[in-house]
């Protein structure tokens, strides 16, 4: 596997990218394996396994847990997304940037987001099922959220032919630092 840290400049972020051993019959890959990832010095430790699954222009985010944190590996296993993760540690170099990646069943790249980021994602197929490992469980009266479209952080989300579609909660949510 190659893991690219600190992807897009912000410190914690990590790009994965398992080794697929392919021939005539399909392919392999390990999707996480704890020894490989701690030898890339990645020691979290994960208690949650999450899948869902979502239509073209729906746009879950961004969210994030308050008072139990979780850091998130993500990855798509059909479909395209364009996943989003903001950096909301206060008194970070990069609190409010933002970086976006995208995660498809083609290229099988994962996405590691630590504690202390909002995380989102733009579904651009027509349909996409999206898989994440937790770090902490998940907590309902916890949760968080900043506006998709905040114009502090100015997420370049990509244009697609049709609106995007959210949740009620998620086209409420504030501006980062609200």
């Known amino acids: 596997m190659k893991v690219e840290k600190n992807a ?8 994965i990218e398992p080794s697929v051993h ?10 996480y394996n704890q020894k490989d990832m701690e030898e890339a010095g990645l020691t979290m430790k994960f208690v949650q396994d999450n899948q869902s699954g979502s239509g073209k222009a729906v746009l879950r985010g961004l969210h994030f847990q308050k008072r139990y944190p979780q850091g998130k590996l993500v990855r798509v296993i059909r479909g395209t997304v364009f996943d ?3 950096d909301i540690r206060k ?14 069943e083609e290229n099988k790249k994962q996405f590691y987001i ?28 916890d949760e968080g959220g900043i506006a998709w479209n905040d114009p502090t952080i100015n997420v370049a989300w990509p244009e697609l032919d049709v609106p995007y579609r959210m949740s009620e909660k998620d086209k409420k949510w504030g501006r980062l630092g609200e």
């Open 22 to 31: 392919g021939d005539q019959r399909g392919y392999f890959m390990e999707t």
């Open 8 to 15: 897009g400049g912000i410190e914690g972020l990590c790009v």
């Open 91 to 104: 008194g970070s170099a990069t609190y409010g940037k933002w970086y976006g990646i995208e995660l498809s």
């Open 84 to 86: 989003v993760a903001v």
């Open 114 to 141: 630590p504690e202390g980021f909002a995380h989102g994602f733009l579904v651009l197929s027509d349909q996409a099922e999206f898989c994440y490992k937790c770090t902490d469980f998940y907590h309902p009266d």
